[in-house]
Structures are given as C-alpha cells and as structure tokens.
C-alpha cells in the first residue's frame, strides 16, 4: 500500500494506493467549525446535494444516471468531529478493468457535479427538492426519543456539556430546523464551499499523474483555505462529587448512561493507552463490566464502555431495571477503581492488546474503513497501522493504571422506563 499527501492550497489531496479492492473509492471532507445554529443547516446539505443536481433534477434521474456508470454508489454523511462539523460526500465505482474506458473520469465527473453542481433555481435550492429532503429530516428530528438508547446518551450529554460542542444534537433542534429555507440553504452552501476546510481521499488502483489529473480538473475548490484549528475539547475541570439525573419517559426498559472526563492524557495515552484501557474495562466481551457486572451479577441486559477522543470522553452504557440503580453504578465504580488500584491481569492485557490489533487488521477489508483510518492519521496526528500494532503491544500493565486515574466520573443519567422486567 502506497500513501501521499499532496498539498493543492485549496485542499489536501491523499492518495492510498492499493490493489485489495476492484473499486475506487473518494471521500471529499469539509470542516468547518460546530456552531449549534448550523446543524440543521449541515443535515439539510448533505441530503439535498445528493438528492438532485443541475443536470439530473429528480433523485430518479440521478439514480439512473449512476446506474449507467456500472452502479456507482454516491452519498453523504454528516457529523462532528470535535470542535468541528464535518460534510462528507463519497462515492465507490468500479476500476475501469472491469469495465470500460473512461468510467472512472466520467465516475469523478459525476462527484463534481453533486458537490459544485446543485439543483439550484433563481439563487436558491429548488423548492421541489427541498420541500422532499425537509420532510424526511423533520420526521428523523420527531423520532429522536424512538430509540431510548440514544435518546438517554444525547441527555446524559446535554446535562453534562451545558453549551460545550460535545452536547449538541447530531440531528438538530427544532428552533433552528424551521429557520431554514432554501434561500438560506444555499447562502449556506456558498459559505462552506468557500471556506471549508477540505481534504479529498481516493483509494484503489490507479495511475497518480492520471488521478492527480483528473481531481485537479474536477474538485472545484479554489480559495486559499487558513490552517485548520485543533479538533480536541479540552476539558478544564470536572465535578469532584458526579452529579446524579434522572428523568423518565413511556420504555420497557431503564437506559443508563456515565460520562467520564478524560483529563490532561499525554499524545500516547490518548492515541493508545486510552484504547487498551477501555477494551480492558467494558469495550469488549472479555471485558470487566460483562464478566463482572454483566454475567456474575446479572443486573443488567448490557453493559459497555465506548471512547470519544476528540471530546475527551469515556462513555458507559446499560440497560438495567431502575431498582438496580444504585447497585449497578456501585459496581461500575468498583470495576473502575480496581483499574486504577492495579488489578490487571496479565492475561486481561494481552487478551485487550489481541481485541485492539485484530480491529486493526479487520480495516484492511474496506476502502471505507481504511480510508477512515488514514483520516484519524491526518487528523488525529496517529502512526499508521503496523506502528500502531508494535507500539499497542509494548503497552505495560503501569501506563494503563496510570491513564485510569486520570478517568473522572461526571454526570450519571437515568432514563427511568414504565416496565423494567422486559427487555426493550
């Protein structure tokens, strides 16, 4: 596999090479900085770009115009990274040996024309498209508390940030929803396009000169973009006594959910330490919390542990009865003092330090999973995946104790269900 970084002033071009795969797959990144007012704004251009286009103006159209291209698949994906919203457009086509000449520019071409290209009339997005795209985001704004798993996460998170980016809403807020029109869409568009920060990734087979070429001819980015900013949160201070939230809400089951501050980590504890800490304590079947909350206590239908580096945050998550409560967060704190007093086993290390290298290798099998990796490099500023490998299995039993003190436990969410001896 080959890998380079090229700087095009108005974006970073990286090229991964790789003959694993019979497609080709870009991802075009803009980043710009996570304002709580824009997140409507970001969800609404993901989807309208890749609804319509100037020259395909239905979503049938486009549809089968992609068709034509041998099935090239094109979407978008928006979230935050850190302090940052992040809009992603990507596309996967097949390499021109197994079909014909030209698809791959005519495949690129296509990409162009959903970025630079929108379905736009009279300097604003069609009304049509618009009307479609804001029905079907209004019905996923409605249905936020359908999933009480996630619905008690964006809770614990907005009790735990106050105003800080980490709590905001991936799907928006309402206030803001109907602010928007197609009008402002577009003046929104322009604004990103002009001064986002854009890093585009192409992986597959292919000639450099050739894809160099054709990314230059196509990728429409042409102002001078300023260097990009830190992405992490930082977390000045954390509750020494961690505040306690409960509400309830018409679910069969009781979700749990622990936001842990992450405070003052080194580059190698966050970017490695961190990982092997939170397979060890609930990021993995072997983990503290199944064998010793989850299978020898049964207090709960699960129980895990999950990361958020860039905001700095360890989460817990479980679904349990609310008259378990009390004992279940007893023994999360237990498990998690028994870290931080030292009890590893050797075998709990190597069996986590086993769990984190065989996720590595699992990325080799998807141009989409290999291309977020060489993202976090860029971003994150991590070695690439074979020094990740040798520096995770030098990790001793004393670096993660030490990471593990420096996990505070911050705000504790209980989202009480009507019924808590069915599991939802």
Request: charged residues 35%; contains cysteine; proline residues 1%.
């Amino acid at each position: 596999m080959e890998y380079k970084k090229i700087d095009k002033k108005s974006y970073h071009l990286h090229l991964i090479k790789t003959d694993r795969f019979k497609t080709i797959s870009i991802r075009v990144n803009i980043r710009e900085k996570c304002h709580k007012e824009e997140i409507n704004l970001r969800n609404f251009l993901m989807d309208i770009l890749t609804f319509s286009t100037e020259n395909y103006k239905t979503r049938k159209s486009l549809v089968e115009y992609t068709q034509d291209l041998y099935a090239t698949s094109i979407y978008g994906r928006s979230y935050r990274i850190g302090k940052y919203n992040s809009i992603n457009l990507f596309t996967t086509f097949l390499n021109e040996e197994y079909t014909e000449e030209g698809m791959v520019e005519k495949s690129i071409e296509l990409l162009s024309e959903v970025l630079f290209h929108p379905n736009v009339e009279n300097g604003e997005f069609s009304k049509e498209a618009f009307d479609i795209v804001k029905n079907n985001l209004q019905a996923v704004l409605k249905s936020v508390k359908d999933d009480p798993k996630h619905y008690s996460l964006i809770r614990m998170l907005e009790n735990m940030a106050d105003e800080d980016a980490y709590g905001y809403r991936g799907s928006g807020y309402q206030e803001y929803f109907d602010l928007v029109t197609p009008k402002t869409l577009y003046e929104y568009y322009k604004k990103v396009i002009k001064s986002g920060l854009v890093d585009i990734y192409v992986i597959g087979s292919y000639d450099d000169k050739e894809m160099e070429k054709w990314i230059e001819k196509y990728m429409l980015f042409d102002t001078l973009k300023k260097e990009k900013d830190d992405l992490l949160i930082v977390h000045e201070d954390y509750l020494k006594k961690p505040q306690v939230v409960k509400e309830k809400d018409h679910f069969n089951q009781s979700k749990l959910t622990i936001g842990c501050k992450l405070m003052d980590l080194s580059e190698k504890e966050r970017n490695y330490v961190l990982s092997l800490y939170n397979i060890i304590l609930g990021g993995s079947a072997d983990s503290k919390f199944f064998k010793n909350i989850r299978e020898a206590h049964s207090l709960c239908y699960y129980v895990n542990s999950s990361l958020r580096k860039l905001d700095n945050l360890l989460l817990i998550r479980s679904g349990i009865s609310k008259e378990n409560f009390e004992e279940c967060v007893k023994l999360i704190k237990k498990e998690m003092k028994s870290i931080a007093d030292g009890n590893i086993t050797d075998m709990e290390l190597e069996a986590g330090k086993s769990t984190y290298i065989t996720s590595l290798d699992e990325v080799y099998d998807s141009p989409e999973a290999l291309i977020e990796a060489y993202v976090a490099t860029d971003l994150l500023g991590l070695d690439d995946i074979d020094v990740r490998k040798e520096v995770i299995s030098k990790i001793t039993k004393e670096e993660v104790v030490k990471l593990a003190k420096k996990v505070k436990m911050d705000t504790i969410y209980l989202l009480e269900g009507d019924m808590d001896n069915e599991e939802n």
